[in-house]
């Protein structure tokens, strides 16, 4: 029997994919990577290892060629809204290769997310209130916990950077999707750890008090990380800024005289954002200082029970909330966006007339999202029993299918793409 071969584009900060890769080779798979920077690079492992130093431009032609010479079934990557990706999923798409995007659990801790053709509000997961009602639902719960990340996400990101400053000549004509200076995202992550500190007693004070004063007079808004694309692709927003002063201008509107607003800063972005001055000038100028709170660090399950209510682009804070019997408002695109779980009506009147949430229909969809998306794992714990996991779940849910593989004549593959604007 020939070797099946796949494909890993870029993956988590960290030796994921090696180990990942690793696994599959063991398992009698050939296995490829292609590098696009220095970091990459310093995690690399596959049989086949191929760094991409050419122009962004010309990324979907080489990406067509690779795939075919190498008879390429499956591709998996990270996130499907980075430039690299964001190319390959129509490449793919046209020579029917399997476009296999990893992402953040949908319903964690304890999980990752692997689907086809994307994740997010790009899922092609069947979630109609049909597909839904068929779904005999069970108890959703990881067999192993993963235990904290933060420690290894800092080594890894810290040798992934440093590792890519090193090697920038090289691929000097690499675009990423955020920020590339190691100095600069060292001196973040240091602010970040700084501000954790520094917020601490304020924060406990104010989960204090939303457990107790403020029980059932309270609205939270889930912020997002600045630059994470699910703001950026999934949104009509052009910043988390613009989010906030629309949900701030509607609360001081609607929202009932006796509740207040608490908006919570995503704990990932603390380093690089803060945004106390926008929302006490505005919450000052609209006359509701004495209502609106910001704040950093809360334990998210203690104070769902005394919530009226939570506002998000498309956080998966979300899923969290629905499982609590939390009303929820969707301002972006969102997976869990659906009637019977969210509230479909305006945000204006999300304040006073949230839809309350259909819990027999959540757990259908929390059901059907753990069986067909969810993996028992972690990007930067416990690689070993991640890595197990991941294979068992590609073997069971991808390969009962053999993908189509049409050879192309030899031509270029820009006509497939949406003008992609390099970052």
């Known amino acids: 029997m020939n070797s099946r071969h796949i494909l890993f584009l870029q993956g988590p900060l960290g030796p994921f994919f090696r180990e990942l890769a690793a696994l599959f080779s ?37 990406l067509l060629d690779y795939l075919q010479r190498h008879s390429i079934e499956s591709v998996f990557l990270l996130g499907d809204c980075r430039f690299y990706h964001r190319t390959a999923k129509p490449v793919c798409e046209r020579l029917g290769v399997r476009f296999l995007v990893f992402e953040e659990g949908y319903l964690r801790p304890d999980t990752i997310t692997l689907e086809e053709h994307g994740v997010n509000a790009f899922s092609q997961l069947a979630l109609s209130l049909e597909d839904l009602a068929g779904v005999n639902t069970h108890a959703c719960s990881s067999k192993a916990a993963m235990g904290g990340t933060m420690a290894a996400r800092t080594r890894f990101a810290a040798a992934y950077y440093w590792a ?14 955020r920020a590339f200076q190691p100095v600069v995202e060292g001196a973040k992550w240091l602010r970040g750890f700084a501000r954790k500190g520094l917020y601490r007693f304020q924060d406990q004070k104010v989960e204090q008090s939303m457990r107790a004063e403020l029980s059932q007079r309270f609205f939270m808004v889930a912020l997002q990380v600045h630059d994470d694309s699910q703001m950026l692709y999934h949104s009509s927003y052009g910043s988390v800024t613009a989010f906030i002063e629309e949900v701030i201008h509607s609360f001081a509107s609607y929202g009932p005289e006796q509740t207040v607003l608490v908006l919570k800063h995503h704990p990932m972005d603390r380093g690089y954002t803060h945004y106390g001055r926008v929302i006490r000038e505005l919450a000052e100028r609209l006359g509701i200082s004495h209502r609106v709170i910001y704040c950093h660090d809360l334990r998210l399950p203690s104070i769902y029970s005394h919530c009226l209510g939570v506002v998000t682009v498309n956080s998966t804070v979300g899923p969290s909330a629905l499982l609590h019997k939390i009303p929820v408002k969707v301002m972006g695109r969102a997976i869990y966006d659906i009637p019977g779980l969210t509230s479909q009506c305006t945000l204006n009147d999300f304040w006073q007339y949230a839809e309350p949430v259909d819990i027999d229909r959540f757990h259908q969809f929390q059901t059907l999202l753990f069986d067909k998306t969810q993996i028992n794992g972690s990007f930067f714990t ?26 192309l004549d030899e031509q270029p593959v820009d006509h497939l793409l949406d003008e992609p604007q390099v970052a």
């Not at 990577?33 to 596959?46: E, K, L, P, T, W």
């Not at 690689?383 to 049409?406: G, K, M, S, W």
């Open 164 to 177: 890519a400053w090193f090697a920038r000549r090289r691929f000097a004509r690499y675009c990423h999707h």
């Open 382 to 407: 416990r690689l070993d029993i991640t890595c197990a996991n991941v294979l068992t779940f590609y073997e069971q849910h991808f390969l009962r299918r053999a993908p189509v593989v049409l050879l």
């Open 26 to 62: 063991h398992s009698g798979y050939t296995t490829h990577r292609v590098v696009f920077n220095g970091g990459d690079q310093f995690y690399a492992g596959a049989d086949h290892v191929v760094a991409y130093t050419n122009s962004p431009d010309h990324w979907a032609d080489f």
